[in-house]
Every structure is written in C-alpha cells, then in structure tokens.
C-alpha cells in the first residue's frame, strides 16, 4: 500500500509533478499557466522481458505537440542493486520513444535510501548517472492547515512520505512534528466538499499509516464525520448503538481532542479534561476540535 500511495495520488492528480519538479530545481521551459501534465505508458522495455516503471508523464506546453519533457517517478523503500540497469533502460528508451529529456525522479522515505538512490551509479568508465531524488528532507513541512489546503495534493504526498519515514524507521508512531502534518493535511481533506477526492486521501493515508497511527487518525477522521466504511472502527458504532448516536458521537470527539491536545506537545491540567470528557455538545467539542492544530495552548484551544 505505501509503495502505490503516493503514485496513485500522482495517476489522479498528475499536474503536482509540476510542484515536485520544482521542489527538485527541475527547470521546465515554459510558464506553469501554459503547461500539462498527461499520464504516459509505463511500459518502457520490450519483449520479452518487459518491465514496466512505476508512473509516466509528460509535461507538455500549450500548443506544442511534442513534450517538454518526460517524467519517470520510481518509487523505492530501500536499495536494489539490479535497479541501476533497469532504470538507466527506462531512461534511454523514453527519450528514443518520445524525442524529449527525461527526467528520472525516485521517490523515498528514508535517507539511507536517499543515499543510494543519489548514486552516481557506474555502469562502465565515463558512463555514470545520478536520478532526481525526493525523500522527507526535499519536502516542505505542511506548518497550517491552510497550507495543506493551498497544496493539497503536494501536502498529501508529504503526508505518505512521513507515514513512510515512520515505517523505514520500523517505530510504531510517526514522530510528533509528522503526526501533526498529517492530521494537518486529514484537516484540509475532511473540509472539502467532493467527497471522491476527500475519501480517497482519507483512505491512503490510512493504508500508509502503521497500526497505531490508525488510531488516531481513525478518531480524528471519525469526529469530522468521514464515516467511510475503510475507516469505521467498531467500538465508535457499538457505542452509538448503546448510547444514543449523539452521546457517542460527543465522547468519540471528547476522545479525539484529548489525544490531539497531548500529541501537540501540550499539558493537559485535570480540570481541563475534565471539562472536555463532560462536554455533550457536539457543536462545542467541533469548535474546540478546529482550533487545535493550530492553538499555541490549551486555553486557546477551550476559549469559549
């Protein structure tokens, strides 16, 4: 799952390689206004032995025909030593294919990785390249819900790439600053009003996210009423069952806040949660739930 995570972002929403290009020092001729990007055949070998690459583009220009250039994006979670050969093949048959430079990115979650994949990889005297590489250091932090809201598909790909950092790390919880971003971007989906394009960033990052992280981004995406069947935890509808939809839904939100007021570094005094576990007015506890990412403290966070 968090191999195709961030390239089925790319495959829906390829005009964000645009963004990644530039993140990179990628220079594209041409101002971004006049320029596409249209998903390419990933088949990139012939027969027999054909291997496909991971995602194709090419960013074309207004007007013009042939592309500006092609994209190749491999996404790697560790070293492969035949990878050298194959995407050295990719390279030279895109550019004999389609008759533009190519650029081959690999996308990463771990600096070791980083590392390796930078190369330069030799494959005989005079003959070496190094790929673009993107990994957690080349992404930007996603500091305000706004900001994942301005660049949502680019703040979603820097949520798959912490969840990602996470699992190269083998920890059960992402640290506190990638936790925050991706609840950040969760904040930014769960607003939107299409709710294909808002389930399905719900959705992978749940499938990146280890089973811990789950949790909690399950009881935040719960409190903002994303009740797709992928993420419904059971104990969230037997307790509605038991106790009245309403009860259940101000103590899951009670719960969610709680937790999100600690993962944000703050102290949380007995009196305050206290309050917050008391409080059945689901209209309250939303409000209290959209200041909290970006409250500088728990007070700021109840102010009434």
Same mark, same amino acid.
């Given at each position: 799952m968090l191999h195709e995570a961030p390239l089925d972002i790319m495959r829906e929403r390829p005009d964000v390689l645009l963004e990644v290009l530039?993140?990179?020092?990628?220079?594209?001729?041409?101002?971004?206004?006049?320029?596409?990007?249209?998903?390419?055949? /990933?088949?990139?070998?012939?027969?027999?032995?054909?291997?496909n690459a991971d995602f194709v583009a090419h960013v074309h220009e207004e007007g013009r025909a042939r592309p500006r250039?092609?994209?190749?994006?491999?996404?790697?979670?560790?070293?492969?030593?035949?990878?050298?050969?194959?995407?050295?093949?990719?390279?030279?048959?895109?550019?004999?294919?389609?008759?533009?430079?190519?650029?081959?990115?690999v996308w990463v979650f771990d600096a070791r990785t980083a590392r390796w994949a930078r190369g330069p990889h030799k494959l005989g005297p005079g003959f070496a390249y190094s790929p673009v590489v993107i990994g957690p250091e080349e992404l930007p932090a996603v500091g305000s819900v706004e900001a994942?809201?301005?660049?949502?598909?680019?703040?979603?790909?820097?949520?798959?790439?912490?969840?990602?950092?996470?699992?190269?790390?083998?920890?059960?919880l992402p640290e506190e600053a990638a936790q925050a971003e991706v609840l950040r971007v969760a904040a930014a989906a769960v607003a939107l009003s299409d709710e294909d394009?808002?389930?399905?960033?719900?959705?992978?990052?749940?499938?990146?996210?280890?089973?811990a992280f789950r949790g909690i981004l399950e009881q935040f995406l719960e409190a903002h009423h994303m009740r797709t069947l992928e993420l419904l935890k059971e104990e969230f509808r037997e307790e509605g069952r038991e106790k009245g939809r309403e009860e259940g839904e101000a103590r899951?939100?009670?719960?969610?806040?709680?937790?999100l007021l600690r993962l944000r570094g703050f102290t949380v005094?007995?009196?305050? /949660?206290?309050?917050?576990?008391?409080?059945?007015?689901v209209a309250q506890l939303d409000r209290w739930l959209d200041r909290v990412l970006t409250a500088k403290s728990v007070e700021e966070v109840l102010v009434d």
């Amino acid at each position: 799952m968090l191999h195709e995570a961030p390239l089925d972002i790319m495959r829906e929403r390829p005009d964000v390689l645009l963004e990644v290009l530039a993140l990179a020092k990628v220079n594209v001729v041409g101002g971004a206004e006049r320029l596409r990007v249209v998903v390419a055949d /990933s088949a990139l070998t012939e027969l027999p032995s054909q291997r496909n690459a991971d995602f194709v583009a090419h960013v074309h220009e207004e007007g013009r025909a042939r592309p500006r250039l092609t994209v190749i994006v491999e996404v790697q979670r560790g070293r492969r030593r035949e990878k050298k050969y194959a995407w050295s093949e990719y390279v030279v048959r895109a550019a004999r294919r389609h008759g533009a430079p190519v650029v081959l990115l690999v996308w990463v979650f771990d600096a070791r990785t980083a590392r390796w994949a930078r190369g330069p990889h030799k494959l005989g005297p005079g003959f070496a390249y190094s790929p673009v590489v993107i990994g957690p250091e080349e992404l930007p932090a996603v500091g305000s819900v706004e900001a994942a809201a301005a660049h949502l598909d680019l703040a979603t790909l820097v949520a798959l790439t912490r969840l990602g950092e996470a699992a190269a790390k083998k920890t059960d919880l992402p640290e506190e600053a990638a936790q925050a971003e991706v609840l950040r971007v969760a904040a930014a989906a769960v607003a939107l009003s299409d709710e294909d394009v808002r389930d399905r960033i719900a959705t992978a990052s749940h499938g990146a996210a280890s089973v811990a992280f789950r949790g909690i981004l399950e009881q935040f995406l719960e409190a903002h009423h994303m009740r797709t069947l992928e993420l419904l935890k059971e104990e969230f509808r037997e307790e509605g069952r038991e106790k009245g939809r309403e009860e259940g839904e101000a103590r899951g939100r009670a719960k969610t806040l709680l937790r999100l007021l600690r993962l944000r570094g703050f102290t949380v005094e007995e009196a305050a /949660s206290a309050r917050i576990a008391a409080t059945t007015d689901v209209a309250q506890l939303d409000r209290w739930l959209d200041r909290v990412l970006t409250a500088k403290s728990v007070e700021e966070v109840l102010v009434d």
